[in-house]
């Protein structure tokens, strides 16, 4: 079957988590955010998860072969359409994607969501998640649910690996590891660049404008 993939860019709290679920929702497009997946993977114990979790914490990326192996799975299963968050981080993730998606005559078009490192950091240190349904923000939008998921009502949390040393550390490693991955989306002719900065319906906007 003949599908497409939209890859989501961006340094970490770019806002790509959210956009790539309204994208997902709004094309019925399958949705994976490799790092939610990880994490989820971390809390249950799977035998993946306890792998991953040691790199979690230090803030670092988890190997690339543990990665791709989800990813390839995942994609297996899912139907004509993926949205891909989080992956690929590196060059040789990114091979590994066109030759994960080669094989199923499928192609790939890229997002870099571009927003400042200040105002990045800014959002991290207020970030919370939902620990059941799929819901990210900023505290500051669950005081009105009185700290609970705008959503469901359930508990939010800091992700564990939301400090700002590991901000810092995550950061520059999209800059060493991540854009690289751009410009070679770029040079292909498959990078769409997208401004991160505004409300996140003001982002999706300008996010279906470019895949238009
Ligand atoms: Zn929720």
Redesign the pocket.
Known sequence: MVGQATVLLGPPASGKGTQGRLLAAAENFAYLSTGRQLRKEVADNTPRGRLAGAFLREGQYVPDDLVVDLVNEWIGRARRGWVLDGFPRTMSQAEDLDRILAAKASSLRAVLFDVDSDELERRVVGRRE??????TGNIAEAVVSDGK??????G?QRRFDDIPENFRKRFKEFQDLTLPVASYYEESGRLLKVCGVGSQEEVFKKLRFKLM
């Open positions: 939902c620990q059941e349904c799929s819901w998921c705008p959503c469901c009502g359930s939010l």
